[in-house]
């Protein structure tokens, strides 16, 4: 799962393993290591219980909360993203973007494309 955040707003993407995941086991995680011992955990999670699309960050964990039926249906249609906005304390909001991600148009050497969807405007002959 790859995660970008850019001021108040944060994207995840995930592979076609990750999407299967989430939709089988409710849950996706990621993490990032640094220099003693320290983590960063950042965390998909759909639920039943879920209402609404929802971001917590608590005890150095990103987690961004789904309701199940919402991901069940992304994860079995042609679908590209879930979008949401959640109101913050001070009246702005956070966005929220977890899609599919897609093949790259051209390769690169740093990037495994194997498990990722083609991409709309390629396909996966063009990775």
């Not at 001070?90 to 966005?95: F, I, P, R, T, V």
């Not at 495994?112 to 990775?127: A, I, L, R, V, W």
Request: charged share 25%; glycine share 8%.
């Amino acid at each position: 799962m790859k995660l970008r955040i850019l001021n108040n707003s944060i994207r995840m993407r995930l592979s076609r393993p990750e999407v299967d995941q989430a939709a089988a086991a409710g849950i996706v995680r990621g993490v990032v290591q640094f220099p003693g011992g320290a983590t960063f955990d950042y965390v998909l999670e759909s639920s039943p219980a879920s209402v609404d699309c929802s971001a917590t960050f608590a005890d150095g964990a990103l987690t961004v909360r789904l309701p199940q039926a919402d991901v069940q249906s992304w994860a079995e249609s042609e679908a590209v993203s879930i979008v949401a906005e959640q109101w913050l304390d001070d009246g702005s909001k956070l966005g929220i973007l977890v899609e599919k991600d897609f093949a790259c148009l051209a390769p690169r050497d740093t990037e495994d494309d194997s498990d990722k969807f083609p991409h709309p405007q390629g396909g996966e002959e063009n990775c």
